[in-house]
């Protein structure tokens, strides 16, 4: 067997690289366990349960300036025949659906205008604009997702039959339910693009009560968190609307 030979300058070079291969393996080590100290000696978002270190909303808040850029109003959700949607729809999350602030025979949608004005919408005005059906898969951040068929007016359809241009200048909506328990605050971006609707029918029939009746948001682009069951009002703003999910540590933008 031929004997590997190397000069003993050589030799000393590669015991030298070797020697620096180790000290740069521990450094590394050594840095990445003083990264994860100081992430978590980091103050958190917010001061409710849950709440993240600052410098990691920093990365959520850097994705969604990405994501929101990505995908504009115009990105489509895919969508799915009607006969492919769950004829019984998953019931999650009832917060907010509490009967104490809600009557059906008195509720009517209330629009905030920026002007401080409130447009109060009955379900038959709202029914009288264009009807159409999504039907999307349905993702909560839980883990599960569904197919699912819904009906309504689409948010920009409202917007341009009460005339809320302004508004829409606004960087945020806010959403909340008639008792306030529950609450979502989305980017106008997404809450003008062409699949989100305010829906009033599931599998064709009027939303069952812990779905949201009479009226939810359906937001394709998003994640569950954000389709609100039972709207009562509805506000614009520049500043982030309170989002309750966000509120306990979730991200604000959850987009798809
Ligand atoms: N008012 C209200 N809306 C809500 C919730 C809630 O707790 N209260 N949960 C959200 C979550 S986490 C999900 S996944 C969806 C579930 O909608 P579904 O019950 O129709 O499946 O509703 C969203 N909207
Ligand atoms: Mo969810």
Known sequence: MKELIVDEATAKKFKRKSILAFVVFFAMIGLAWAGWKWLGNQPLDNGIRGGIPKPLRKVLDI?????????????????????????????????????DDFDPATWKLQIVKTGGDTLFLTMEDIKKLPKIDVVHNF???EGWSQITWWSGVRFSELIKKYGLDKETKMKYV???????????????????????????????????????????????????????????????????????????????????
């Open 139 to 141: 993702k909560c951040i």
């Open 174 to 256: 806010g959403m909340n339910t008639p008792d306030e328990e529950y609450y979502v605050g989305i980017d106008m971006p997404s809450i003008l693009q062409p699949q989100t609707i305010l829906a009033y029918e599931l599998n064709g029939k009027p939303l069952p009560m812990n779905q949201g009746y009479p009226l939810r948001l359906i937001i394709p682009v998003k994640y569950g968190v954000k389709h609100l069951k039972r709207i009562g009002t509805i506000t614009f703003a520049n500043e982030r609307p309170p989002d309750y999910w966000a509120e306990r540590g979730y991200d604000y933008y959850t987009g798809l």
């Open 63 to 99: 994705n969604e300036e990405v994501y929101s850029g990505l995908y504009s109003t115009k990105r489509l959700v895919k969508e799915y025949p009607k006969s492919a949607a769950a004829k019984k729809a998953r019931v999650n999350g009832d917060v907010g659906l509490g009967t």
